[in-house]
């Protein structure tokens, strides 16, 4: 399996507010996997929460935003796509500091330059959170 950066993807964000470490696979305009692995020094960890840190579930969804980004692809003449909508997500188990997180997204529909994406993030197979993030071009 190849990793790529997801820069080299076209993935507009930059560090510090970049949650994909990592490209599994991408085949524009259908699907994407990542990971990422945040660090026990990432200085939300101080506040979230303090003795018990926790990933934030809006880091989580940012991260899954970012691959349904990804799997995007560029939709050309220098623009890119922002998050419009989070539907149903659902977080059900914790993430960890240094926990690898596999991110995917699927889409499932477009419309009017909307682009709806199933996502989900595991940990060791498992599911930590789910639901569905629609984006636009900017």
Excluded: W
Aim: aromatic share 8%; charged share 15%.
């Amino acid at each position: 399996m190849s990793f790529s950066d997801p820069i080299q993807h076209g993935l507009p964000h930059r560090a510090p507010f970049i949650f994909v470490d990592r490209v599994l696979a991408a085949e524009p305009p259908r699907n994407a996997v990542c990971e990422v692995v945040f660090a026990s020094g990432t200085p939300f960890f101080a506040g979230h929460f303090p003795n018990h840190p926790l990933v934030p579930g809006v880091i989580l969804t940012e991260a899954l935003a970012q691959t349904a980004g990804i799997a995007a692809g560029n939709p050309g003449n220098g623009r890119n796509y922002h998050l419009a909508a989070i539907r149903q997500m659902k977080f059900v188990a914790q993430v960890l500091p240094e926990q690898t997180i596999r991110l995917e997204a699927t889409a499932r529909g477009s419309m009017e330059g909307l682009l709806q994406f199933e996502v989900r993030a595991t940990v060791d197979g498992n599911t930590a959170a789910e639901g569905v993030v629609i984006l636009a071009v900017a």
